[in-house]
């Protein structure tokens, strides 16, 4: 089955870090762009970041940039978000999603297929 | 960055009832429009990419449409399961922002 299943949510004080994870099974995960999206309680879905297959393409939500890093471990087929400085308006689900064509599509563009179940974030004293 | 506008951001309608839904990009991303379906505590499900091209599994009476930079997603005969909220995201150039969602309730 085609999956992706995030983990490292919890709660955290204003300031500090925390690590968030993406699993992947059931497909070849080298060879998919991903991207994070949260939303925060009671609001609408954010992008976030965006990492390419290859890695040599990445992009933030200026809400983020600076603080939250994206990165990849393509033998352990595992997506993560280091997320730093963390302040209360960061509480949210965080959610980890597939490009669904391993190569640009151009006459679809991007699209995103597969979603993981998603990961609570509080930011609180 | 590319921001998008939805209208409305709420409906109320009747099993049965046609919806339609619409996003507008505030410049050109060549119909690189997905649509997403999000049901209460749930993860996003894609229903529509290409601005027309219905997803594998997702049912026919999904449809988008295009013209220009406004965007269509139309359900041609709403069903118990489609009362959810509904994003468009644009994906044509990073940041692949969403609309601000629409959020479709029984009459």
């Known amino acids: 089955e085609v999956q992706l299943v995030e983990s490292g949510g919890g709660l955290v004080k204003p300031g500090g870090s925390l690590r968030l994870s993406c699993a992947a099974s059931g497909f070849s995960f080298s060879g998919y762009s991903m991207i994070w999206v949260r939303q925060a309680p009671g609001e609408g879905l954010e992008w976030l970041s965006y990492i390419s297959s290859s890695s040599n393409a990445i992009y933030y939500a200026d809400s983020v940039k600076g603080r939250f890093t994206i990165s990849r471990d393509d033998a352990r087929s595992s997506l993560y978000l280091q997320m730093s400085s963390l302040r209360a308006e960061d509480t949210a689900v965080y959610y980890c999603?597939?490009?669904?064509?391993?190569?640009?599509?151009?006459?679809?563009?991007?699209?995103?297929?597969?979603w993981g179940q998603g990961s609570m974030v509080t930011v609180s004293s | 960055d590319f921001p998008l506008t939805q209208s409305p951001s709420f409906l109320s309608a009747s099993v049965g009832d046609r919806v339609t839904i619409t996003c507008r990009a505030s410049q050109d991303i060549r119909n690189y429009l997905a649509w997403y379906q999000q049901r209460p505590g749930k993860a996003p499900k894609l229903l529509i990419f290409g601005a027309s091209t219905l997803q594998s599994g997702v049912s026919s009476r999904f449809s988008g449409s295009a013209s220009g930079t406004e965007f269509t997603l139309t359900i041609s005969s709403l069903q118990p399961e489609d009362f959810a909220t509904y994003y468009c995201?644009?994906?044509?150039?990073?940041?692949?922002?969403f609309g601000p969602g629409t959020k479709v309730d029984i009459k």
């Open positions: 995201q644009q994906v044509d150039t990073n940041p692949f922002a």
């Open positions: 999603a597939r490009d669904m064509n391993p190569y640009f599509d151009a006459l679809t563009g991007h699209a995103f297929d597969i």
